[in-house]
Each structure stands twice: as C-alpha cells, then as structure tokens.
Nanobody
Framework: QVQLVESGGGSVQPGGSLRLACAVS????????MAWFRQAPGKEREKVAF???????????NYADSVKGRFTISRDDAKNTVDLQMDSLKPEDTAMYYC???????????????WGQGTQVTVSS
C-alpha cells in the first residue's frame, strides 16, 4: 500500500520560512517523479515544484514561476523522502500543500497517481 505523509506545515509571518517533508512508503521513488502541489480555498490545485531522478541519478527540479528562487525541492530516494524548503514566504503562498507521486512530471494534477493528505501553510502578519 502506497502512503505519502506530509508534515511541517504551520503559520508564519511574511518573509518567514517553513520546511515541508513528505515520507513515502510502499513506493519506489527512483525513476519516478515526485511533486508538491498546493490548493488555496476556492482555487484549483496547482503545481509548486517537481523533482525527477532518472535511473543513473541525474536530478531535475522544476518550479512554478510564482515560487522560483524562493522554494527548493529535494529528494532522498534512499530515505524515501521529499522535502520542500520555502523561504521568503508571501501571503499568497497560503494553501494546503500536497505531496504527490507518479511516473512522469505532469502539470495536470489529475494525472498524478498517489497523493498525501496535505499539510496547511498559512502566511499572515
């Protein structure tokens, strides 16, 4: 049984930082795409960042324009974890953040196979 469990969400002031973690079990991360998506109230779920590692270990991250330069995605296939370091947070980053996994890095969240339950991030003064 595949499980993705997010942690690390919380409330922070604008300009602050948070680090989200996703613990993966029952799934081989190597050769597959891992991602963070987010969904704010009344809005569609959107891509935050993808990270893909091929079978020879080349890592390729990809970010939404809105978080580029502020967020960093990383993965540890040996530990089965995917992290999202979020710096210079803005109120518009407020959302439920989800970890996801599938075979390729699709922008359409409907094409992703496995999801976590989400962790809330609130950025407010």
């Amino acid at each position: 049984q595949v499980q993705l469990v997010e942690s690390g969400g919380g409330s922070v002031q604008p300009g602050g930082s948070l680090r989200l973690a996703c613990a993966v079990s029952g799934y081989t991360m190597s050769g597959n795409c891992m991602a963070w998506f987010r969904q704010a109230p009344g809005k569609e779920r959107e891509k935050v960042a993808f990270i893909y590692t091929n079978y020879i270990g080349i890592v390729t991250p990809n970010y939404a324009d809105s978080v580029k330069g502020r967020f960093t995605i990383s993965r540890d296939d040996a530990k089965n974890t995917v992290d999202l370091q979020m710096d210079s947070l803005k109120p518009e980053d407020t959302a439920m953040y989800y970890c996801a996994a599938t075979s390729a890095c699709y922008s359409d969240p409907g094409r992703w196979t496995y999801w976590g339950q989400g962790t809330q991030v609130t950025v407010s003064s």
